[in-house]
């Protein structure tokens, strides 16, 4: 079996296996209270105040790990089991989402690329599929479809790698605000930042999976003239 396969492989594997810790962690700390009784929602309106944010609403989104901030219309949209529970991990959802809304109320650097570059990916996701498949099969006549497809690949591995700094420091502001303000104690403060590295190693896993791909290309590209 080619390298590529198996590195594939490995990569689904540890996908499912991160996505299904990621699940059960949330299940885990969805069932231990927080303690001082606040919901998702009063966790990430208190941050939003404590850091001087007052032109963004907090509002609930259907279905389950929905949760994201969108900073074209403001909003920390949380999703069903986080807005109106007193968990562990709403709280420490909901303040990570509050971290995105304090990195775009501070002009942070790395989410700004990454919004600049959203208009680009959407396009480019909608086409990249059927352009790859494309220059696949018209690799010895016309290689410079598959060029073009790389390219457009290449920008959502770059949203991808963009993505992980983001995620990373949403985080970091989330846990460091949850224990100055008192919301954690140094109990659940553990039980908050390990849900939350549960959640990056799911960034981690689609960068990752979205270099392998690109290099998968890029080596069809390569080699066509062998």
């Known amino acids: ?40 929602r009063e966790v990430a309106e208190k941050m939003l105040r404590d850091n001087g944010i007052y032109d963004v609403r907090v509002i609930s989104t259907p279905g389950q790990l929905t949760d994201h901030y969108n900073p074209t219309n403001k909003t920390v949209n949380l999703s069903e089991g986080v807005y109106l529970s007193d968990s562990v991990a709403a709280a420490a959802v909901a303040a990570h989402e509050c971290g995105h809304a304090v990195q775009h109320a501070v002009a942070y650097g790395p989410l700004k690329m990454r919004s600049a570059l959203v208009p680009v990916v959407s396009a480019s996701s909608k086409w990249v599929t059927w352009v790859l498949l494309a220059g696949v099969m018209l690799i010895q006549s016309f290689p410079q479809v598959l060029l073009f497809g790389i390219i457009l690949f290449a920008c959502t591995t770059l949203f991808s790698f963009i993505t992980l700094p983001v995620e990373i420091d949403a985080s970091r502001r989330a846990l460091a605000w949850l224990n100055h303000a008192g919301i954690t104690n140094s109990r659940n403060q553990t039980q908050a930042r390990d849900a939350l590295k549960s959640a990056a190693y799911t960034y981690v896993i689609a960068a990752i999976s979205s270099l392998a791909t690109l290099i998968y290309y890029v080596m069809i590209y390569m080699g066509r003239r062998d």
Do not use: C, D, E
């Open 1 to 40: 079996m080619p390298t590529i396969w198996i590195i594939f492989i490995a990569i689904a594997l540890a996908s499912y296996l991160v996505q299904a810790n990621l699940n059960n962690k949330f299940k885990k700390y969805s069932r231990i209270p927080l303690g001082n009784g606040m919901t998702g």
